[in-house]
């Protein structure tokens, strides 16, 4: 059995990588450690954890991804005004705009169905277009500072760029949360 | 092409499958909104969520995109069974990659707090949770993982498709509902 497949050549490749994903992991477990009050005492926000964390990391690497296609099929230069680069960038933002408030209002109606939200519904809606936009544009300079870094160091951006992009999309997801939290609660 | 048409082709390709996640994942935060009480007893328990969910993702995700390119290139056959060498061994790596991973953020956790000075359960409790976690949503998910992709295959579905969205949807409900349960279980077998 070739090392593609065994339990070995598996382990190999994707041990060191796990590992140092899970230390970025632990830095966002410790920001919501810290805010650990504040998340019992509104478990609205609790509910909106996993989704931001998620949407972050969804947004960035559906970005990577074309990107690296654009990249590999020779459609994209670095530069500022290229169409690809620029019209995805767009896209990224408006996405977030479009899913944010939704993702606010569905996390609300949800606890409300089963207990108190604890925070009026305009507070939520508020708290996640915040976080969403601000994550769109951070998930935008990551993305694509991590696509030239794969391009600078002859790496293949389809290896390297998604699971980094994903990762630390999930630790400023956390942290933008959290910004937003403080800045409007 | 320009950056409008561009940036309207892929908001078109990408708002179905986000809303789908967003979806799944509010429903996750339901269940991680559930465990208030479990929060509050167990500390460190959600410093570790984040690790516990990104390695979900990472490893079954993997596992869905090996399994989708071994597909194309005819290395395994599309049937569910453990007797095909390859995707035994695709399918235990990531079982073990998955549990090993968890339990290793676990004892990194409980370091982390200790060194910081924050309040900390036990470690035995924190790596039992991880332990039972990483077993219980490793059989869920990598049945999940394994079974669409195959019967995805044999309908004439992209397997490399199918297995990105599987995962980022019912991989952190299925975490957070086996973190759930095992926490209950560990602190009802007195470990809180």
């Known amino acids: ?185 | 092409m320009t950056v409008r048409e561009v940036a309207v082709g892929a908001y078109r390709e990408a708002l179905p499958i986000l809303l789908v996640s967003a979806t799944g994942g509010l429903f996750a935060g339901l269940v991680l909104g559930g465990m208030e009480a479990e929060i509050a007893q167990v500390p460190g328990l959600l410093l570790l969520v984040p690790a516990i969910l990104a390695t979900r993702g990472n490893v079954y995700g993997s596992l869905g995109a090996r399994l989708g390119s071994a597909l194309h290139q005819g290395l395994i056959d599309p049937a569910v069974t453990l007797r095909d060498d390859r995707l035994r061994g695709a399918v235990v790596a990531a079982l073990l990659n998955g549990i090993l991973v968890s339990v290793i953020a676990a004892v990194l956790a409980v370091g982390l707090l200790r060194f910081l000075g924050r309040p900390v359960a036990p470690l035995p409790t924190l790596v039992g949770i991880t332990f039972l976690t990483g077993i219980l949503s490793g059989i869920l998910l990598t049945t999940a993982v394994v079974t669409v992709v195959v019967v995805g295959y044999r309908r004439g579905l992209n397997p490399d498709t199918l297995a990105g969205p599987v995962v980022t949807t019912t991989g952190d409900l299925v975490g957070l509902a086996t973190l759930l349960f095992a926490t209950r279980l560990i602190v009802w077998l007195g470990g809180g």
């Open chain 1, 1 to 185: 059995m070739e090392s593609h497949f065994s339990v070995r050549g598996i382990t190999r490749t994707m041990l060191p990588l796990l590992l140092a994903l899970t230390v970025i992991e632990l830095g966002s477990g410790l920001v919501l450690d810290t805010v650990q009050g504040t998340l019992l005492d509104y478990p609205t926000l609790l509910v909106l954890v996993p989704v931001t964390i998620g949407m972050a990391g969804n947004l960035g690497s559906i970005l990577a991804a074309r990107l690296s296609t654009a990249f590999h099929l020779g459609l994209l230069s670095f530069d500022p005004t290229d169409d690809q680069l620029g019209g995805n960038a767009v896209a990224t933002v408006v996405l977030a705009v479009t899913l944010f408030p939704l993702v606010g209002a569905g996390a609300w109606g949800l606890e409300w169905v089963v207990a108190d939200p604890a925070l009026p519904l305009g507070t939520v809606v508020l708290i996640a277009l915040t976080s969403g936009v601000a994550l769109a544009v951070l998930a935008v300079l990551v993305t694509v500072v991590t696509t030239y870094g794969a391009y600078r160091f002859e790496l293949d951006p389809d290896d390297v760029v998604i699971p980094i992009v994903t990762n630390v999309c999930d630790v400023l997801g956390v942290i933008v949360l959290f910004g937003a939290v403080w800045a409007i609660v």
